[in-house]
């Protein structure tokens, strides 16, 4: 894909691209096992890749989502479209940086954004704290299976993503996800949970971030096309090993759904089209009975919208099933003690809390706070990320602005719900009006 988009800025292309590209690197290596000095080795040889491709590029570690602000997680509206005249006045801009960028001798270059031996903005890549490296060796081994570690990276690499593009200024968000690796995702959400949000996680552009658009520029192409574009225009490649490199088949639903579209590819070679044309039928759609809007509830992780709203739904039912039977407590002994003889009858644990108890003990006891993080953090979540977060032995060592986020979530919903009665609500009319 790198190659393809300088193929696209050089000025001996048909049609030349008209916008200012970066390259954003994640480094996954303290989530994946590897050493130091690994880590460095493979850092080295991309930083020479992305210098020598001459676009401006950014190197982040997966441990900086520990020092992520929580309006990462926010939706924030995205600016409305621009006219003809505002088309023509961003190409006249484009070209005018060029100018100033030195581009009129680099019309050889295959990137027409630096010069040759010119510096990147990005400065001297740091390693990450001790402190944060060891946070997130933590997370993921609290996590037991490798489908929940895969999702979890999957989610806070996003996050990352995400931050660094609004902290640079990109609206958009270019990923390389090809027509196979799409084709095994459509089937590996849909044995997740998340069949609710197929069209967002597999469609060629993902507006679930509201200001940051995600695009799937390469989701025409097969991984067979891929390796053989690399092989004969010797793209030069930086393999690293993921969290699921050497895993057996069964290791996980990705691992698994991965080796079953393969070994079917291989044998039935429309397969991976078929499942293909498959997810572009899908439609981007508020769910029935409901207008679109940002300000409806979004789950905390993956950002889309909640599907555990109804109570009459099979998905609500089994989130809820997943949030409550964790949090039952065993049975008191002292509930079935027999009466002494002779001495007063032992009060039970259901004696005890449902014998005279008056209004104030009832708000009392409503006004208590639950303990712990789990409570506030999955009913914030969708169906799908709630079962993922059963792996979880903990959700302590989740980063900050994760947790930081659920509770201002949770406290935000429990004062709308006291001043509810305060509040005035549109009519069925209006509703039908606004659906309209």
Known sequence: MLWQVLEGLSRNSAKQLRFLPGVVYVEEGAACGRSPEDRAETLAEVQATLHSAGLPWHSVALEEVFGLPPSVLRHLSQEPAAGDGAYKEAVNGFIQRQ???????????????????????????????????????????????????????????????LHVARTHGYSKVMMGD???????????????????????????????????????????????????????????????????????????????????VLQLQAQFPSTVSTVYRTSEK????????????????HCLLCLCTLDVDCADSATAFGAQATLVLPQRQPPNPQAEMPTAPGGPPALGRDQSCCRETGPSQRAHLSSLPREGPRPHVLEQLCYGCRVNMKDLSSLDPLPPYILSEAQLRSHRAQVTQEIQ?????????????GLS
């Not at 010069?115 to 996590?143: D, H, I, K, N």
């Not at 196979?180 to 998340?194: E, P, Q, W, Y």
């Not at 899908?282 to 509830?297: C, F, I």
């Open 99 to 161: 100018q100033v960028l030195g581009t009129q001798g680099a019309s050889d270059s295959p990137s027409p954004v630096l010069r040759e031996g010119q510096p990147s903005p990005q400065g001297p890549v740091r390693p990450p704290p001790a402190a944060q490296t060891e946070a997130l060796v933590r997370l993921f081994s609290s996590v037991r299976t490798l489908t929940a570690k895969e999702e979890l990276l999957q989610t806070l690499r996003t996050h990352l993503l």
């Open 178 to 260: 090809s027509c196979t690796r799409l084709a095994i995702k459509l089937l590996t959400n849909l044995a997740l949970g998340r069949g609710a949000f197929l069209a967002w996680d597999t469609g060629f552009s993902d507006e679930r971030h509201g200001d940051v658009v995600v695009v799937r520029p390469m989701r025409e192409h097969t991984l067979k096309e891929v390796a053989f574009y690399n092989r004969l225009f010797t793209v030069p490649t930086v393999l690293t090993p993921t969290i699921s490199t050497k895993a057996p088949e069964k290791a996980s639903i990705h691992r698994l759904m991965e080796a079953f």
């Open 282 to 297: 899908l439609v981007k759609a508020p769910r029935a009975g409901q207008a679109p809007s940002h300000s409806s509830p």
């Open 421 to 433: 009665e305060f509040l005035i609500e549109d009519s069925e009319e209006e509703l039908e009006t």
